[in-house]
């Protein structure tokens, strides 16, 4: 066989080279021959254990990291793989469980602390702060883990403490993703000034760096800038035809500067990429208004009426708001009228 050939070691090493180079088939195969020829040894447990994790099969993975544990007690990077099993699985207790015990265990190592604060946040633990002042104190030029925790509370709605930790990143690491997350969260915040800094040092870092253009537009556009900010749409417009949000930014830039044919052609492009999406409706439907096309806007503001009822307000302050414009005095007829 051609493992008793080569030897353990060897094989382990291809089967390595295999699973870096994303090589699964491949990788399970040279994983199932290590099982035969070493059924008993550890590393081809927690090598089962990797794979079954990155081809997302996540009970095997946690089974295949219990074996590994069975031979080896207490080894960090197969416990590491027990938890990132659990934690993609949801089973939060089983996720916190397994990630403090290794940050119990190698208490030098900041990925285990991180994935346990992740966790924490996931599942709106209330230990979560505790554990965020343990990383900031140990830990605080981690800028991947940094990174990681930033993202999970933006979408925990946690945005203040997001912009900490993405500041921590942004700092601690010259890589321009972490300057774009920055400059996203502030955006979010409702701060687009602020967040203009670390989307031009983005771009400045790597200018062909696409997904500093669109939060950097849409901050250009709230501070008052809009020319500029059209400048960054239109070269994503061309780069990213396929991009609805480009083409709604876009939209409501050639609003402010009143160009209605090009927000008609944005607002047009964006509801034909993202047909479900009510708001590029209603602004198509305004942008028609203001020349004159109030049948086709009309149309549009049925179309957004049948996908979200709760836009009815703005199309009826809308409708009277041009010159070309309807007036009902009647809102329920209005509403019968579009469908609503």
Sequence with gaps: MEFARNGKLEAISRALV???EN???DAE???????????????????????????????????????????????????MIAGQAALARLDWTSAKNWF???????????????????????????EAPATLATLTRRFPAEAPGWRDIGLALMRADQLEG?????????????????????????????????ALAPLRRALALAPDRLDASLPLAQALRLVGAPREA???????????????????????????????QGAIAAYRRCVELSPDMPEAQVNLG?????????????????????LRPDVFGRIAQALPSTQRGMLWLNTRKLRRSLGG
């Design 286 to 306: 305004l942008s028609l208004q203001q020349i004159g096309e109030l049948e086709q806007a009309v149309e549009c503001y049925r179309r957004a009426i049948r």
């Design 18 to 20: 295999a699973l870096r």
């Design 100 to 126: 403090r015990r290794v940050s119990e265990i190698a208490a030098n190592n900041p990925k285990a602390l991180f994935q346990l604060a992740l966790a924490q946040i996931e599942s709106a633990d209330p």
């Design 162 to 194: 997001a912009e900490a930790a993405l500041t921590r990143a942004a700092e601690a690491s010259e890589d321009p993703a972490h300057a774009v997350n920055l400059g996203r969260v502030r955006l979010a915040r409702g701060r687009p000034a602020e």
């Design 29 to 79: 195969n040279l994983g199932r021959e290590l099982l035969k020829v070493a059924p008993r040894d550890p590393a081809a447990h927690q090598f089962a254990a990797a794979v079954a994790l990155q081809r997302a099969r996540y009970d095997a993975a946690e089974s295949w990291a219990r074996s590994c544990l069975a031979l080896r007690p207490d080894h960090p990077p197969a416990m």
């Design 230 to 260: 059209l400048q960054h749409l239109l070269l994503l417009a061309r780069v990213q035809p396929d991009k609805a949000p480009v083409f709604y930014a876009l939209g409501l830039v050639c609003g402010d500067l009143r160009d209605w």
């Design 23 to 25: 090589r699964l088939d």
